[in-house]
């Protein structure tokens, strides 16, 4: 079946580090995928997505490529800062005309602490 | 405007017991979707809705786990006879419509079973 992998941590980055978090995808067909994240105490929330190849997602300074050769969804961000302090899932979903519910799979979650 | 909301927010049952946990979607959302949070991992998808029809339930782990949403807003996850394997976060998102892509969750329901 679809599966997501990625990076589990967890990391400790200082503030204005540079952020990659590695995430891959098994799925057949042209899934949509995602980047969720969960802030301490918070629920999840969408953070960015891409719905085809090539497609680049970006909110908040977070940017991630739809890498289909690849299979690819890695997300990145220049400059973190204390507030990115959370947890990061990678996710994808299956239209309903590619036999999906648009059901949300998602990878393990990676913590990630940015301190001052 | 008001979010997903889940009650309760803690359960705490015995083994044997049966459990309901309740999502009240954002008003006007067509898709509802149930998913399980182990801890330290990811969510994993229980159960769709589109209104008021289960068009998937291929995610529910067994006959004990149960889900309606007779008027297409409200829905409740029903778990009978709770194992302790049940222990989780039972996490609501809803959609407002199919393509829309982004789901909206809830707080979640974390289920300790003793």
Known sequence: GDSVTQMEGPVTLSEEAFLTINCTYTATGYPSLFWYVQYPGEGLQL????????????????????RKETTSFHLEKGSVQVSDSAVYFCALSKDFDQGGSEKLVFGKGMKLTVNP | GAGVSQSPRYKVAKRGQDVALRCDPISGHVSLFWYQQALGQGPEFLTYFQNEAQLDKSGLPSDRFFAERPEGSVSTLKIQRTQQEDSAVYLCASSLAPGTYEQYF?????????
């Not at chain 1, 953070?47 to 739809?66: P, Q, R, W």
Request: without cysteine; charged residues 30%; aromatic residues 6%.
């Open chain 2, 106 to 114: 809830g707080p979640g329901t974390r289920l300790t079973v003793t």
């Open chain 1, 47 to 66: 953070l960015l997505k891409a719905t085809k190849a090539d497609d680049k997602g970006s909110n908040k300074g977070f940017e991630a490529t739809y």
